[in-house]
Antibody, heavy 114, light 107 residues
Framework: EVQVLESGGGLVQPGNSLKLSCATSGFTFSTAWMYWYRQFPEKRLEWVARIKAKSNNYATDYTESVKGRFTISRDDSKSSIYLQMNNLKEEDTAIYYC?????WGQGASVTVSS | DIVLTQSPATLSVTPGESVSLSCRAS??????IHWYQQKSNESPRLLIKYASQSISGIPSRFSGSGSGTDFTLSINRVESEDFSVYYC?????????FGSGTKLEIK
């Protein structure tokens, strides 16, 4: 059974940083392309970042609004991915989901507020 | 960016009715469209991939069709557990984008 579990969410002040983690099991992680998505309070869904597999040189892509602030990474030995979020803004407030193909985790809530 | 327009925004139906939800892309995307269901306080669940491909564990009453710019998610004989929000997503090009959703509610 595929399992995806996010952690690391919380309340942070604007300008601060937060790192989300995503632990997975039940599939061949080393060859998987992994994704972060987010869902804003008004329920709009947005793709955040993608990281490809080692065979694709771990190439990464980001949505425009997070380029230069967010970094996606992975540790194949732990079947995990991460999202380092720096210089957070109030508009980054959302539930962040980790996903492999169509399997999404339960989400991690991130609130950016002073 | 590819814009996905879902219609209607809300669909009110009686259990047992069959329904069709629409997703229109701002440019041709072949069959690179996927459909998700999201119930309250849950994460999205993949229902259909690549326009019409079924997903293991998803009831057969859910089906998808379309190519190019116009796509449809059909639910044959809606059941009570189907009342939720449905989103389409394109994977044709970056950035990946979602539609704004169709809420299926009980009439």
């Amino acid at each position: 059974e595929v399992q995806v579990l996010e952690s690391g969410g919380g309340l942070v002040q604007p300008g601060n940083s937060l790192k989300l983690s995503c632990a997975t099991s039940g599939f061949t992680f080393s060859t998987a392309w992994m994704y972060w998505y987010r869902q804003f309070p008004e329920k709009r869904l947005e793709w955040v970042a993608r990281i490809k597999a080692k065979s694709n040189n771990y190439a990464t892509d980001y949505t425009e609004s997070v380029k230069g602030r967010f970094t996606i990474s992975r540790d194949d030995s732990k079947s995990s991915i991460y999202l380092q979020m720096n210089n957070l803004k109030e508009e980054d407030t959302a539930i962040y989901y980790c996903a492999w193909v169509g399997a999404w985790g339960q989400g991690a809530s991130v609130t950016v507020s002073s | 960016d590819i814009v996905l327009t879902q219609s209607p925004a809300t669909l009110s139906v009686t259990p047992g009715e069959s329904v069709s939800l629409s997703c229109r892309a701002s440019q041709g995307i072949s069959t690179s469209i996927h459909w998700y269901q999201q119930k309250s306080n849950e994460s999205p669940r993949l229902l259909i991939k690549y326009a019409s491909q079924s997903i293991s564990g998803i009831p057969s009453r859910f089906s998808g069709s379309g190519s190019g710019t116009d796509f449809t998610l059909s639910i044959n004989r809606v059941e009570s557990e189907d009342f939720s929000v449905y989103y389409c997503q394109q994977s044709y090009s970056l950035p990946l984008t979602f539609g704004s959703g169709t809420k299926l509610e009980i009439k």
